[in-house]
């Protein structure tokens, strides 16, 4: 024994009793008793625990709690303060061994302070209790859905009489509103109940009243309620008690009511046809007649001189016996109705024929012969009563019937609509044969049960078996879509309607009708995918539009900066800080006009111009003018062999493409590393042109599997908004299709990633050159720039000036005009802004050209595309520049358009340039 042990004083048997006591309710109770210390500690749990969560004593002890919250904010509310008040409950998730969640209601109180610090939590699981409770509500909000549904008017009395809550039917029903029926009692004047015969209705016999003095619940009590327009309805009311909680448990009354009045009137009506009945019965209804069989012959005692009016016969012909009932007869069906009389007479006591006479004046009459046969103590027949009765019409009425029925189904098949009909009572399914086409089921293999119907539903469409929904879809009237599953598998979507009628016997019958929309909702599937796809033009319709429209003064403001940026930075020396400036104004500059450009050729819509060009050369041009702008620890490299690669394409958008890779590419690179572009030509193998196709590879970090299939979507980028704008792949991918051709991420992992762009290779012939025109130092002379911007004028004279050239701006297309009729004016080459205030730059040139025929124009533009270069192209300006441009590129279209020449002689054309 420890010796700490034997320094404990020993407990009397009082306390023993106690302590043993103890640890057995300890380990019988069946809530988790957790003792913890004040750093949250289990210091001790009782059996239960492992019940209730899963985890052993051992397990536990000496763990942190917060091992077993699922929300670790929780923590706080295991150790309450010293005068919290103990045994205050709260709701825990904790985390069984297993990984489900236990649901637990937590008392926590402090130890005693001679037993240590710390706190006893008592842990009750209420997950049963819980999902129960879930249970009843959504159990609850199924049934006042039901009854909100329902077409009957539902009221629940409150104890004192009053209405405490009405459904939807009830309101419609008695021409009010829930909140004006709500309140009120069968005492209130504004009900003006009646009763049957008119009197007046007295409140406290109400059913609901009655219901809640006696508490037996009354079916079927009539009353009659006056709308608020006046009008009586009458209603049919069943009432219930019903115990309300809310009300200490005492008994409240639900009613129910229909809407009789349509039967009241029909009632009515059926007096008043009764007594109508009554009369004509007392005043010989029809045809009364007394007559017996005597061979082939009917002899009548008696006749009622209707029979004249029915048959057109004199009455005085009929009873002397000159014309017998048995000539009347019609003569198709005499020899069938005589045997059928006499059958009837031999064998029963009452009957009931219907059969065929010729009027006198040739007319043909159904008469409907309903009698009694009198019979003597032997049961021979002695006499026959009866009457006659006209049912011509109604025998035209169900031939007509029948017609209509014919021509329905006749018009059902041609819309294509199926029908079926079901006795419910008696589980037997009946189909017609175009409800075997929709199921793709021969008549022999139709379904003649329920069940074995719910079999050919779609399984997702199926309501399981035993539930409301499988009952309703066949008894409950109303229309539903579900979708069902051939032999073959194919899937066809459904619309079925049904309505549901019982018959005199009890027997519930169920009628309804199939049509396949298959094609329909197909159709209104491609109609959706339109309807995103003309959206998506839509948006980038607007897209253009607002990048054109913002596109000259982003790229006039872009021009200036980065032109006296570029001048700057030549006079600064390479190591000195206003460089590294300058070089970082330099980039954001160009990384900003790259974004216009980009944002420009992803909404661009006007087709581009293709013609065969050598996409190694291309490529080669691109790269050698790109490795200049890499960062500097990053190297681009490439191996293009040494053929042509000839494609069908656009110069400018492949362009802009390449350099949209490289730098999707270096900007995946973190620290040192490579991007490698690499060109493959396949040759014509006999079936195609072959394929051109070009791998850009970097050493980056590379991309998620679950990414690769997103990384050309339109604004989707995995760096921050401030680095990339998520338009680069996307754009490539347009350029790329419009090219005819396909990219993708061909490989990717830690060791970067490569992209691969095919295009199909085109004939070598007549391949357009894509190097720029020979950089030879051309003769130095006066530049007329006309620009509305004087910064950028002021620019152009700064970076041509070493160049030896004179440059003179003009700010308006007057003042460009002006300069030209100046005495002594010489200029030998224009430079024109396309967005000039008043004109576009395409008119400013076409006036140049009319002053000074030969002088060579560069049209200068922020939105450079194909149709303004073919605009341009038509008043044969052949040099172009976009905004905003270096100082090489200046120098580079100065020199191109003096070698070209001058723009050709263009008749000017009605309309705008």
């Known amino acids: 024994m420890d010796t700490d042990e034997l320094d404990q004083p020993r407990p009397r048997g009082s306390e023993l009793l106690a302590r043993e006591l103890d640890a057995a309710l300890l380990a019988v109770i069946r809530d988790a008793i957790v003792a913890i210390d004040d750093a949250q500690r289990v210091l001790y749990c009782n059996a239960a625990t492992e019940r209730m969560l899963g985890w052993r004593t051992d397990e536990l002890r000496g763990g942190h709690i917060g091992r077993l919250l699922v929300d670790r904010d929780a923590l706080a509310t295991l150790s309450p303060d010293d005068d919290a008040a103990p045994g205050a409950r709260h709701e825990l998730r904790l985390r069984h061994k297993r990984g489900h969640i236990v649901l637990v209601a937590c008392a926590a109180s402090r130890l005693p302070r001679e037993a240590g610090r710390g706190v006893v939590l008592s842990l009750h699981d209420i997950t049963e209790r819980r999902a129960v409770e879930a249970e009843l509500r959504a159990s609850a909000e199924r049934y006042r859905s039901v009854i909100a549904a329902m077409s009957e008017g539902v009221v629940l009395h409150a104890p004192d009489g009053s209405i405490v809550q009405s459904n939807e039917s009830a309101a419609r029903l008695l021409g009010l509103t829930e909140a004006q029926m709500t309140g009120r009692d069968s005492m209130d004047p504004r009900w003006r109940a009646v009763r049957s015969d008119g009197a007046p209705y007295p409140g406290d016999q109400h059913p609901a009243m009655l219901t809640l003095r006696t508490g037996e619940p009354i079916s079927g009590a009539r009353m009659g309620v006056r709308r608020p327009d006046d009008g009586l309805v009458w209603i049919s009311i069943n ?135 009198i019979r003597d103590d032997d049961g021979q027949p002695l006499w026959v009563d009866g009457v006659m009765i006209d049912i011509t019409a109604r025998k035209v009425a169900e031939r007509e019937l029948a017609e209509s029925s014919r021509r329905l189904q006749l018009a059902a098949r041609a819309a294509g609509v199926a029908i079926w009909h079901l006795n419910a009572t008696a589980d037997a399914l009946h189909w017609d044969e175009l409800m075997g086409r929709i ?136 190591d000195s800080q206003l460089a590294r400036y300058l070089d970082h104004v330099l980039e954001a500059g160009w990384r900003t006009q790259r974004l216009a450009q ?268 194909e149709a303004l270069r073919e605009r341009a192209g038509r008043l044969g300006i052949r040099v172009t520049l976009s905004k905003p441009f270096r100082r090489d590129a200046l120098l580079d279209a100065l020199r191109r358009a003096r070698v070209t020449g001058a723009p050709a002689s263009v008749t000017r054309a009605k309309g705008h340039v």
């Not at 169920?510 to 033009?537: Q, W």
């Not at 004179?806 to 002594?824: F, I, Q, S």
């Open 239 to 373: 009432t219930q008690p019903v115990v309300m909680p809310s009300f200490g448990s005492r008994h409240g009354v639900v009613a129910t009511f229909t809407d009789v009045t349509a039967r009241v009137h029909a009632e009515e009506r059926l007096r008043a046809s009764e007594e109508r009945y009554r009369a004509l019965v007392r005043n010989v209804p029809g045809v009364v007649y007394r007559g017996r069989l005597v061979g082939e012959r009917v002899e009548s005692t008696y006749i009622d001189t209707s029979i004249s009016e029915l048959t057109g016969y004199p009455i005085a012909e009929i009873r002397s016996g000159r014309v017998t009932l048995v000539e009347v007869l019609h003569p198709d069906d005499r020899r069938v109705t005589l045997d059928l009389i006499r059958a009837v007479v031999s064998r029963d006591a009452t009957f009931s024929i219907d059969y065929r006479i010729l009027r006198a004046d040739g007319e043909v009459r159904w008469i409907l012969d309903q009698g009694h046969v």
């Open 439 to 574: 199921y793709g089921l021969a008549p022999d293999e139709f379904p003649r049960t329920r069940a074995a119907w719910l079999a050919r539903l779609h399984p997702d469409d199926r309501p399981p078996p035993g539930s409301e929904e499988r009952d309703a879809l066949f008894i409950a009237a109303g229309q539903e879509t579900f979708r069902v599953v051939r032999p073959d598998g194919a899937v066809r979507h459904v619309h079925s309607a049904c309505t549901t009628a019982r018959d005199d016997d009890g027997t519930l019958r169920v009628f309804g009708t199939h049509r396949d929309i298959t094609d329909e909702i197909e159709a209104a599937v491609e109609r959706e995918r339109l309807h995103r796809e003309l959206m998506d033009s839509q948006r980038l319709e607007a897209l253009g539009v607002l990048a054109g429209g913002v596109a000259h003064d982003v790229n006039n403001a872009l021009t200036t900066i980065v032109g006296f940026a570029e001048l700057a930075r030549r006079g600064a020396r390479d």
């Open 598 to 865: 980009q944002v420009l050729t992803f909404s661009r819509r006007a087709p581009p111009r293709f013609a065969a060009l050598d996409l190694r050369q291309l490529t080669l041009e691109t790269l050698t003018e790109l490795r200049a702008s890499m960062p500097p620890q990053v190297e681009l490299t490439w191996s293009l062999g040494e053929a042509p690669a000839p494609i069908e394409g656009n110069e400018s958008l492949l362009r802009h493409a390449l350099v949209n890779l490289c730098t999707n590419a270096h900007q995946a690179i973190s620290g040192p590393g490579e991007v490698h572009v690499a060109l493959r030509v396949t040759e014509d193998d006999g079936c195609s042109c072959g394929a051109v196709t070009l791998l850009v590879r970097d050493t980056g970090h590379g991309i998620a599997p679950e990414l690769r299939a997103r990384v050309f979507d339109p604004f989707f980028t995995t760096r921050r908004a401030e680095e990339n704008t998520g338009l680069g792949l996307a754009v490539v991918r347009g350029i790329v299709r419009r090219h005819g051709g396909r990219v993708s991420v061909t490989e990717s992992d830690a060791d970067g990633t490569e992209l691969q762009v095919t295009f199909q290779r085109a004939e070598p012939d007549d391949l357009v050159s894509t190097s720029p025109p020979p950089r030879d130092d051309v003769e130095r002379g006066a530049v007329l720039f006309v620009d509305d911007e004087a910064q950028i004028v002021s620019l152009a004279r700064e970076l041509l000036r070493e160049d030896g050239f004179n440059v003179t701006g003009a700010y308006t297309p007057e003042d460009a005009l002006a300069r030209l009729h100046a005495p002594g004016a010489r200029f030998d080459v224009a430079v024109v802004d396309f967005n000039m205030p008043g004109q576009n730059g395409l008119e400013v040139a076409r006036r140049v050209q009319e002053l000074r025929p030969g002088l060579p124009i560069i049209l200068v533009s922020g939105r450079l595309d």
